[in-house]
């Protein structure tokens, strides 16, 4: 009698893109050219190679499942944020959980004070890089003296043969209040957009991507009026509820991470990826799982204190079908 076959419930033709605010990626050395000094040994964090390790292993664990309830693979693509430098990025791709998916990696240091930048990760077999830059975000925190924030990442690169460019970015923090900060992250929707035109300049049905945490929600006047226009969708705008977000605030759930696509994203043509869905990988163990702060993200630190979770923001995601 034979046995009837297992049938995988797994798409083979979904592939995942994901983005993650990795919380203070750093390595234990000290760089004299940055403000690294809380993320030492003798620091009052105490961050050393032990709580480093454990926190690549958690991160890696978490990025090799995002997407993976419907996609019978990682994520292909992956933008991150407050990463250190390259090594740290080197260090996360070479963990047990990620060797096997032979991420390649896209990185420029940008002028940060902090030394935190933005990357992005690629599964080789899925993403040739044909050109990438960096773009910088020009703001000042009082005339003359200028705020150095995160550059735009621009990677252009064949998915699956197929041409797309993707935009990583962090924009300016709320650390000085939202609305005094506001013009900041609008500073920084506008450069999208001109980053965006100059490709449509060249391509007007061009497949982009926008990722990043941006600081604001998808209802914020920055995303809302400034980045997304007639030409982008945004899919987060549907997740962000008052019991759903990416990252919590005094009991109040926020979606700064976000991923956003040119509507050229939701047409069906055979060779092509079209838009399946969205969402926050949300998963119950990357949670606090008791106490106050029960439900929000289980994060490394909480001021000068050792969590020992992954991060204090979720990851989210978006699948493309390839047809």
């Known amino acids: 009698m034979d046995l009837p076959l297992f049938r995988s419930t797994k798409n083979d033709s979904l592939y995942t893109l994901a983005f993650y605010n990795l919380e203070n990626l750093f390595d234990t050395e000290d760089d004299l050219k940055t403000l690294d000094d809380d993320f030492l040994p003798h620091s009052e964090r105490r961050w050393n190679r032990k709580r480093y390790e454990k926190k690549l292993y958690k991160l890696s664990s978490v990025i090799t499942r995002i997407g993976t309830s419907k996609s019978s693979k990682p994520p292909i693509l992956v933008g991150v944020a407050e990463v250190e430098n390259k090594k740290v990025l080197l260090d996360l791709v070479a963990t047990k959980k990620m060797v096997s998916n032979q991420y390649g990696i896209v990185h420029y240091n940008s002028p940060d004070e902090r030394g935190i930048d933005v990357a992005l990760l690629y599964q080789k077999d899925h993403f040739k890089v044909i050109t990438s830059k960096t773009v910088t ?74 990722m990043g945490d ?95 979770g992954y991060s204090d923001h979720f990851p989210v995601y978006i699948s493309l079908k390839l047809h």
């Open 214 to 308: 941006f600081n604001d929600d998808p209802n914020s006047e920055s995303v809302k009026d400034h980045l997304v226009q007639q030409d982008l969708y945004n899919p987060m705008m549907k997740l962000h509820t008052r019991y759903r977000g990416s990252l919590s605030y005094r009991s109040q759930w926020n979606l700064f991470d976000q991923i956003i696509i040119s509507h050229s994203f939701h047409k069906f043509q055979r060779g092509k990826h079209s838009f399946d869905h969205a969402d926050i990988f949300d998963r119950k163990y990357i949670r606090v799982f008791e106490g106050r702060y029960k439900g929000s993200p289980f994060r490394t630190y909480a001021g000068p204190n050792y969590q020992g």
């Open 137 to 210: 975000v020009l703001v000042d925190n009082e005339p003359g003296i200028r705020d150095y924030t995160r550059d735009i990442l621009h990677v252009e690169g064949f998915m699956n043969e197929e041409k797309i460019h993707v935009l990583v970015n962090h924009w300016p923090s709320r650390r000085d209040g939202a609305e005094n900060t506001a013009y900041k992250r609008i500073i920084a929707a506008q450069k999208n957009r001109e980053l965006i035109a100059q490709i449509q300049a060249h391509d007007a049905e061009a497949k982009i991507v926008v």
